[in-house]
């Protein structure tokens, strides 16, 4: 008798679990079914939204626009760079360069450009720099009409290839750029390592 009510209760419980792996089982059906259809709905436009890509120029857009961005990091300068003769003396001339802007000060901004060397319209009139490739600019601050300017040990090795005269040269180009950028500026102080530079 009790075995005949536990047969009873069992038959009048629902079949819940079943109903529920169903349930998933079409959930899971449906999924498939949307993702297949997302798929052939892709592959059947593709080649029309490659041609309409094409056709917008869209390439062409963003290289505009990089160069936009990349031409608002660089501003222009004017930078003393160094001609010389054959017999021995040189000439300075002022270049008009594209530097970056380093969100330093335009000092800063500027001697740095010429740190990083001539460009096309120097080296098309023959000038060069007598700066040394290696020299760092460690800071730069203006006091007044006086700039201090602090470079790394390299700058003492700048113009050696030139002779006697090169560091004396390649001390009046950063003296000669500081004084076109800013024509207050009447004494420009060269540092080493945070030493006054001995000439």
């Not at 349930?23 to 041609?51: C, E, H, Q, T």
């Not at 505009?64 to 300075?92: C, N, S, W």
């Not at 001697?111 to 600019?137: C, R, W």
């Not at 790394?152 to 113009?159: C, I, K, L, P």
């Amino acid at each position: 008798m009790i075995e005949d009510l536990q047969d009873e209760l069992q038959k009048a419980q629902p079949q819940k679990p079943e109903k529920h792996r169903s349930r998933k089982a079409v959930l899971f059906i449906i999924f498939l079914l949307w993702i297949a259809y997302a798929a052939v709905i892709i592959l059947i436009s593709l080649p029309g939204m490659i041609k309409a890509v094409k056709e917008s120029d869209v390439a062409n857009t963003i290289a505009h626009f990089r160069e936009i961005r990349a031409e608002a990091q660089l501003r222009d300068a004017k930078l003393v760079f160094v001609i010389p003769k054959p017999d021995g003396t040189m000439t300075y001339v002022t270049c008009s360069q594209k530097i970056g802007k380093t969100g330093a000060s335009e000092y800063h901004d500027v001697i740095q450009g010429l740190l990083d060397g001539p460009g096309e319209e120097a080296l098309s009139v023959g000038a060069i720099s007598y700066i040394s490739k290696d020299t760092n600019l460690i800071g730069l601050t203006v006091s007044g009409d006086t700039a201090f300017v602090d470079l790394s040990e390299a700058f003492t090795g700048s113009g050696s290839y030139w002779g006697p005269g090169g560091l004396d040269a390649a001390c009046n180009q950063i003296t000669r750029t500081l004084c076109t950028l800013d024509p207050s500026i009447r004494r420009v102080v060269i540092l080493v390592e945070g030493e006054k530079l001995e000439r």
